[in-house]
């Protein structure tokens, strides 16, 4: 079986579950120290990988193994939340049965869940400005993509559904199992529905994600649909312009520096100052021969510095402004250096998740999503053909075809990087335009 790992995540159309989707084949066809699973969840109010790890922990650690020994790492460790004590407790019990693989405890921190911090968290080692943990050895994997390989290798079944955590302004915030396809509406009705007419849909996190339309829909990197209030804080934050953030780094910005000290880049001695991009888009420079608009490639969007900030200034916008500039002008990172050490009393620069959600106005919604089964049967789905990082999948079926759950119906498209993708509910073809494809039960 060992042999045929990349070949399972490939034909599975496994990708990472929760970040941008990278296809998880490309990413085990390599050879790492350590195998990190990635159980940290540290956006507020998602609730998916803390109740997995607890419910599915010996198929984890099957997957886990296979993989370890599959990529030959020494060991396998599962780096989560120390408050995540059913899911401790569940691993513990089966641990003895899996000598290579132990647990990791973080403190209760964001953004604990950077592939980045989490490697540091677990090995010591700083990945390089811009670099990858297999640049030190490291490979870190998704809970659900492990879970995913798991029902690959004990039933044949690829990527066709989704765990995601329904919480918010709903009647019954909950986490759930639901088919690749449905819409946010769909999901939100299976939570009860919201509790106000007002509402806005975020799709994963409230930290890094996306504001989306009730009838977009529930893909591989799903992790969750909180809603919120339509003149929430969190979505005012979201959808503030980036010339405003750019105006206010002039107007507003006292380069206290505060939004530096809590950057988990900066704290692994990577050359991000936040408050020195602030300047620099202010000003044009900071007279300081360090710092230049290309530092702004190291910011990974995490937004942690605008809830340091007493004046709730945006400085991950504005870093995004200087990469989308600097992007269409063909400028690229020029930053890859490896610092030797994080900066000194790196420990003491985490920011606590309870002072985040008060910061975030979230106090009303941090309540438990309980996993439930919801046996709801959906009469459509549509999955788009790009849900991953690489090219759009390529249809190999047409209006009218008749297709089964778990049957391939995008594939590939030869020599690029991409990931299949399988009919998520019995059905019939009913479009195939747009980059998407539709099945009606
Ligand atoms: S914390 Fe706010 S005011 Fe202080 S330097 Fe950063 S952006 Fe400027
Ligand atoms: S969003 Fe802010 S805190 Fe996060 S990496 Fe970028 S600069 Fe640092």
């Not at 870190?140 to 918010?168: A, F, H």
């Amino acid at each position: 079986m060992q042999e045929n790992l990349v070949d399972l995540v490939k034909d599975a159309g496994i990708v990472g579950a929760g970040g941008a989707g990278f296809p998880t084949h490309v990413k085990v066809d390599a050879k790492a120290d350590t195998v990190i699973v990635n159980g940290a969840e540290c956006e507020p109010l998602l609730r998916v990988d803390q109740q997995l790890m607890d419910v599915r922990a010996r198929e984890l650690l099957e997957a886990l193994n296979a993989v370890v020994e599959h990529v030959g790492a020494k060991e396998g460790v599962i780096g989560l939340k120390k408050k995540y004590t059913p899911a401790i407790a569940s691993l513990n019990k089966n641990l003895a049965d899996f000598p290579k693989l132990r647990i990791f405890q973080l403190e209760n921190f964001y953004p604990a869940g950077d592939e980045q911090n989490l490697v540091y968290e677990v090995t010591g080692k700083i990945v390089p400005e811009g670099g990858i943990p297999l640049n030190v050895g490291a490979l870190v994997m998704n809970v659900e993509s492990l879970l995913q390989l798991n029902d690959k290798i004990q039933e044949d079944k690829p990527v066709i559904d989704k765990y995601i955590t329904v919480t918010g302004a709903v009647k019954h915030p909950m986490t759930t199992v639901v088919p690749l396809g449905i819409t946010a509406q769909e999901a939100i009705d299976l939570a009860g529905g919201a509790l106000i007419d007002d509402y806005v849909i975020i799709n994963g996190g409230p930290m890094m994600g996306k504001i989306v339309a009730p009838d977009s829909f529930v893909t591989k990197t799903t992790k969750g649909f909180i809603v919120l209030p339509a003149d929430h804080q969190v979505i005012e934050s979201k959808d503030r312009p980036a010339s405003r953030s750019l105006k206010d780094a002039a107007i507003a910005c006292m380069q206290c520096s505060l939004c530096t000290e809590v950057c988990p880049r900066h704290r692994l001695g990577h050359h991000l100052e936040p408050h020195k991009l602030m300047r620099v888009a202010a000003y044009g420079s900071t007279l300081d021969e360090a710092t230049s608009p290309t530092n702004a490639f190291l910011c990974v969007d995490c937004g942690l510095c605008q809830y340091a900030c007493v004046h709730d200034l945006q400085p991950w916008k504005v870093n995004r402004s200087l990469k989308e500039m600097m992007g269409k002008n063909g400028i690229k990172n020029p930053h890859h250096e490896q610092p030797e050490e994080a900066i000194r009393f790196a420990d003491t620069h985490r920011f606590d998740v309870h002072r985040l959600i008060k910061r975030l106005g979230l106090e009303p919604y941090d309540v438990e999503a309980p996993l439930q089964d919801t046996q709801v049967v959906f009469k459509e789905v549509t999955l788009p053909l790009s849900q991953h990082i690489g090219a759009p999948s390529k249809p190999v079926v047409a209006v009218g075809d008749k297709v089964n759950r778990g049957d391939l119906i995008a594939d590939i498209p030869e020599g690029s990087l991409g990931a299949k993708i399988f009919a998520s509910i019995d059905g019939t073809v009913s479009s195939v335009d747009g980059g998407q494809i539709t099945i009606q039960a």
